[in-house]
């Protein structure tokens, strides 16, 4: 079974452009979930989506956009980009959702710089 | 506000030698899920090892082994005949119940020295 895939896998941008991120979970998991990770803030928490509706957001100002599609895979949208969005934006997927225990699995993430 | 805090950024550990990375966390629910997960040079998390807080016994999965200490809300990570292949960065983590929001200590970067 193919793990979670994530594309682009690195790229640059320049201040003030918007980035998608997509994300697609493991086969039959419908929960997709969001972390970006920087060395002086580490792991946070963007969102998560579970069948096409958001079901958490973390602190992030509203630059920072996500949806699901219905084959559950997960684009991630950052507007207006700024220097501090540079990060390492990681994607996790689990079968369900609203539930303690659910093992989340990440993918490999995608490397933004913003330049 | 649930937090987690490992206090130990960087430990290092001769191979085949055993090591124990720390961590506490706080919450006010009564039964819950503790995880660690492994970060490689390669940057991917990977699952090490879960626990139900339910359970009293401590989780184990090969060579990596966890102390839950519930009333303490201690869960260390034990790490039995160390591994080249363990050099990582380790993350304790908590998911409330209430979703997939985990929330991650900053991280033990272990070195397994040859």
């Known amino acids: 079974k193919a793990g979670v895939t994530q594309t682009p896998r690195y790229l640059i941008k320049t201040r003030g452009q918007q980035v998608t991120l997509s994300c697609s979970p493991i086969s039959g998991h419908r929960s997709v979930s969001w972390y970006q990770q920087t060395p002086g803030q580490g792991l946070q928490f963007l969102f998560e989506y579970f069948s096409e509706t958001q079901r958490n957001k973390g602190n992030f100002p509203g630059r920072f956009s996500g949806r699901q599609f219905s084959n559950s895979r997960s684009e991630m949208n950052v507007s207006t980009l700024e220097l501090g969005d540079s990060a390492l934006y990681l994607c996790?997927?689990?079968?369900?959702?609203?539930?303690?225990?659910?093992?989340?699995?990440f993918g490999e993430g995608s490397w933004l710089t913003v330049v | 506000a649930q937090t987690v805090t490992q206090s130990q950024p960087e430990m290092s550990v001769q191979e085949a030698e055993t090591v124990t990375l720390s961590c506490t966390y706080d919450t006010s629910e009564n039964n819950y899920y503790l995880f660690w997960y492994k970060q490689p040079p390669s940057r991917q998390m990977i699952l090490v090892i879960r626990?139900?807080?339910?359970?009293?016994q401590n989780a184990t999965e090969n060579r990596f082994s966890v102390n839950f200490q519930k009333a303490a809300k201690s869960f260390s990570l034990k790490i039995s005949d160390s591994q080249l292949g363990d050099t990582a960065m380790y993350f304790c983590a908590y998911p409330p119940n209430t979703g997939n929001q985990f929330y991650f200590g900053t991280g033990t970067s272990l070195t397994v020295i040859p």
């Open positions: 626990q139900e807080a339910y359970k009293q």
């Open positions: 996790a997927s689990s079968v369900g959702t609203g539930l303690s225990g659910n093992t989340i699995y």
